[in-house]
């Protein structure tokens, strides 16, 4: 058996990605308190702010480590759009980027509630609602990826709506916590070695 090591002050993570590749059969609309409202466009400070509070725990951080003009780029492409979950006082409490830029796919770039709202149904619902969304008449792929130390029900969530694993990674990247992104007692889960 070979291992890797990781150096102190990195995390670790498997990466499965997972593929849909037929339009999914359409499921009794659930009903929900919350609802999806696109930003165009996108303002990048509230697209930084929703995006730390919803992915914080799961150490996002990838959109945060970004210049201004890299993620206008991103985040106001045409082919890309981004919505933010709302309760019906307008309180942001998630997020779903859908990126189209590769001809026939639609990658779901994030997908995501506040911690406080997991486990009390809404992931179903606001996964209904992305796949509505994302299967365009073009579209032949939807695909995303989730990781070790994401949310420990969202690998067994996506196969049960029906995404396939189709490959893994390991990816390793400089701790968020040790780099200053994040304080260091955000993600308990998952231990700091230095």
Do not use: C
């Given at each position: 058996?070979?291992?890797?090591?990781?150096?102190?002050?990195?995390i670790a993570e498997i990466v499965t990605y997972l593929d849909m590749?037929?339009?999914?059969?359409?499921?009794?609309?659930?009903?929900?308190p919350l609802r999806l409202k696109q930003w165009q466009p996108v303002n990048l400070v509230k697209y930084r702010t929703l995006f730390d509070r919803v992915g914080r725990h799961w150490l996002w951080y990838s959109r945060l480590e970004m210049d201004d003009a890299?993620?206008?780029?991103?985040?106001?492409?045409?082919?890309?759009?981004?919505?933010?979950?709302?309760?019906?006082?307008?309180?942001?409490?998630?997020?779903?980027?859908?990126?189209?830029?590769v001809a026939g796919d639609c990658e779901i770039q994030?997908?995501?509630?506040?911690?406080?709202?997991?486990?009390?149904?809404?992931?179903r619902w606001l996964m209904g609602e992305t796949l509505r969304r994302a299967w365009r008449k073009d579209v032949t792929r939807v695909h995303l990826h989730t990781c070790?130390?994401?949310?420990?029900?969202?690998?067994?969530f996506y196969r049960k709506?029906?995404?396939?694993?189709?490959?893994?990674a390991?990816?390793?990247?400089?701790?968020?916590?040790?780099?200053?992104i994040f304080p260091r007692g955000c993600a308990p889960h998952v231990p700091i070695i230095e």
């Open positions: 058996m070979d291992l890797t090591v990781v150096e102190p002050g990195y590749r037929e339009r999914p059969k359409p499921q009794p609309h659930t009903p929900s890299a993620l206008d780029a991103v985040v106001n492409d045409d082919a890309v759009a981004v919505y933010a979950v709302e309760d019906r006082s307008g309180i942001e409490l998630g997020m779903v980027e859908l990126d189209w830029r994030f997908f995501g509630l506040v911690p406080e709202l997991a486990g009390k149904g809404h992931g070790t130390i994401d949310h420990p029900g969202a690998l067994a709506i029906g995404f396939v694993p189709r490959g893994r390991v990816e390793i990247n400089r701790d968020p916590r040790v780099a200053g």
